[in-house]
């Protein structure tokens, strides 16, 4: 049995079904967690939907800010964009069974392995947060998700106010912090306030800005965390963080992570993916 963590899909069905290919695979034996943006700028996001629910338990997933922006499309709370590649789902047949699927999917996840924590998420946490708040936080969204309300919520989801965290935080607000913060997250301040402007790798943060990840008494710290979204960051393997979106849609590679007998003990394995868009 072997546990695994990939990177960012993004609707590059033939590079994941090669990197499941390349692992060895087998839906009877292994986990394998997605982080993230399954859909959206490659070529077939409905195909990577299908593969992922043919599969049941064996392949978890979670959702990235692609993933809700499909559901948003759906509902008319946001018009696709020109790069956008959404068509493959929102035009077929099963259209109705691939969205209620997404919508059922968590934005974090833990797996516990060898007794050791593994956190999972799209894109970042805040620093104030712990674990078990970042989950916690993670539900509220996915209540709603679920829910009679998501239509309603899917209107108001898009924005960047407010842009730091407060147990005050009530309705959309707070939820509208908690999707910002775990499916679009790359810098923010030492107090935690975020910025969606940069796209830039980790060296090139702007001023009175930092990596998420590299924010001072980061809450976090202590537990292994696994995420996606940041392309221009790359492949980042460090003992309490693991980086894995390598660009695929870019055409960079698709990476996964395979874990040993404890999660210090890591293998890296990708495909190389055709270039599905060009970057800017």
């Known amino acids: 049995m072997a546990l695994y963590c990939i990177g960012d899909t993004q609707g590059c069905d033939a ?33 990577v939907l299908r593969r992922c629910m043919r599969h049941g338990d064996a392949i978890r997933c979670l959702l990235g800010n692609h993933d809700l922006h499909l559901l948003a499309a759906a509902h008319g709370a946001r018009k696709p964009s020109r790069r956008d590649t959404l068509g493959t789902v929102l035009d077929a047949p099963d259209r109705a069974a691939l969205l209620d699927w997404v919508r059922q999917q968590p934005l974090a996840r833990t797996h516990m392995h ?18 078990a708040e970042t989950l916690a936080y993670a539900d509220e969204v996915h209540a709603v998700l679920r829910g009679p309300d998501l239509p309603d919520f899917l209107h108001a989801m898009y924005g960047n106010i407010p842009d730091h965290w407060s147990d005050d935080l009530t309705g959309t607000d707070r939820l509208r912090v908690i999707v910002n913060a775990l499916t679009r997250l790359r810098f923010c301040s030492a107090d935690g306030v975020m910025d969606f402007e940069s796209t830039e790798s980790a060296s090139a943060a702007p001023p009175g800005l930092m990596p998420w ?68």
Not at 29 to 40: I, Q
Not at 114 to 131: C, E, I, K, Y
């Open 15 to 47: 590079a994941l079904d090669r990197l499941l290919d390349t692992i060895g695979f087998s839906p009877s034996r292994d986990t394998v967690y997605l982080l993230g943006d399954l859909v959206n700028r490659g070529p077939d996001s409905a195909a």
């Open 213 to 280: 990840f590299e924010v001072p008494g980061r809450r976090t710290a202590g537990t292994l965390m696994a995420f996606g979204h940041w392309s221009t960051l790359g492949w980042l393997n460090r003992s309490d963080l693991l980086g894995l979106d390598t660009g695929c849609v870019w055409g960079g590679c698709l990476s996964a992570v395979r874990f040993g007998a404890t999660l210090a003990e890591r293998e890296l394995l990708q495909v190389h993916c055709e270039q599905a868009q060009a970057p800017g």
């Open 114 to 131: 060898a007794g050791q924590t593994l956190l999972m998420v799209h894109a970042g946490v805040l620093p104030t947060w712990t674990a």
